[in-house]
């Protein structure tokens, strides 16, 4: 019986060792500390297609689907994913404080009001649909999912910069 913290499949398992690093032990029996679930499409298909890495990077195990893992292995995944991945979602663009690069602009997005420097235009990338990904000087990625559903302010300052 598995405890708390452990998930068990039919062919690995995960848990936490004693310093919250997660543990992936293959059907063989083989320990790999430190396990990364990484996904293949994080933006396109966020719940398809979830690699389990060990550290060096090697794949130890292929998720296609949450369909194909337990609740509890799912939970286990989703709270590493969450840690991994930070991604504000831009909900209103407030301010730039100029239209030559760099600029800092002053966002309100689903985490809350932040502002962060834009280096440069080539940091605003176009995704497929009407979704933007917009790397700052520190390299955290923000997300527009839809321009479209930004307010007519934000879309100006956006057209500006594109």
């Not at 500390?33 to 550290?55: K, N, Q, T, Y």
């Not at 990338?125 to 990625?141: E, F, K, V, Y």
């Not at 302010?153 to 594109?162: G, N, W, Y």
Request: no cysteine; glycine share 8%; net charge negative.
């Amino acid at each position: 019986m598995a405890d708390e913290g452990t998930a068990v499949m039919q062919y690995f398992e995960l848990r936490y060792n004693d310093f919250g690093r997660l543990v992936f032990i293959g059907e063989d029996g083989v320990v790999h500390e430190g396990a990364i679930p990484v996904r293949a499409f994080p933006i396109g298909a966020p719940d398809e297609g979830i690699a389990l890495v060990s550290a060096d990077g090697v794949e130890l195990a292929w998720i296609e689907q949450w369909s194909d893992v337990s609740p509890t292995v799912r939970t286990v995944i989703e709270r590493e994913l969450a840690n991994r991945e930070f991604m504000p979602e831009i909900n209103r663009i407030r301010r730039v404080s100029s239209f030559a690069t760099p600029t800092v602009w002053e966002v309100d997005t689903n985490r809350g009001e932040t502002s962060f420097t834009l280096k440069g235009e080539e940091d605003i990338r176009r995704l497929p649909g009407t979704a933007l990904l917009i790397a700052d000087s520190h390299g955290i990625q923000f997300i527009i999912r839809d321009i479209k559903s930004l307010d007519k302010h934000s879309r100006k300052i956006l057209d500006r910069f594109l």
